[in-house]
């Protein structure tokens, strides 16, 4: 099994930049995608960007294209989410996530079945 970490959430103005990060432990050699979702309260649970464990590819949701990168340590078994130019509809719990497929699917989160417990963004105006 694996299990996830997630880290760096706060609360930071509008405009701003927050690093979070996802350490894995466990069976990482299972990990093929890894992914941050997250969660607003009201909303469902939404897709924000994916990357390839073994690879570079990624994916993005449209939302965050351009501001958000993700990126990832293999030797630290850790995923990363650099947030830039933050904005309140930010404001969210962020979960990662591990599955073992690839393609368009890494934006459903039915596909997944390994989650951290969550860290929370605040943007304020």
């Known amino acids: 099994q694996v299990q996830l970490v997630e880290s760096g959430g706060g609360l930071v103005q509008a405009g701003a930049s927050l690093r979070l990060s996802c350490a894995a432990s466990?069976?990482?050699?299972?990990?093929?995608?890894m992914a941050w979702f997250r969660q607003a309260p009201g909303k469902e649970r939404e897709f924000v960007a994916a990357?390839?464990?073994?690879?570079?590819?990624?994916y993005y949701a449209d939302s965050v294209e351009g501001r958000f990168n993700i990126s990832r340590d293999n030797a630290k078994n850790t995923m990363y989410l650099q947030m830039n130019s933050l904005e309140p509809e930010d404001t969210a719990v962020y979960y990662c996530?591990?599955?073992?497929?690839?393609?368009?699917?890494?934006?459903?989160?039915?596909?997944?079945?390994?989650w951290g417990q969550g860290t929370q963004v605040t943007v304020s105006s």
């Open positions: 990357i390839r464990w073994a690879a570079r590819n990624t």
């Open positions: 466990g069976r990482t050699v299972s990990i093929y995608t």
């Open positions: 996530a591990a599955a073992q497929i690839w393609g368009p699917v890494v934006k459903r989160r039915d596909n997944y079945n390994t």
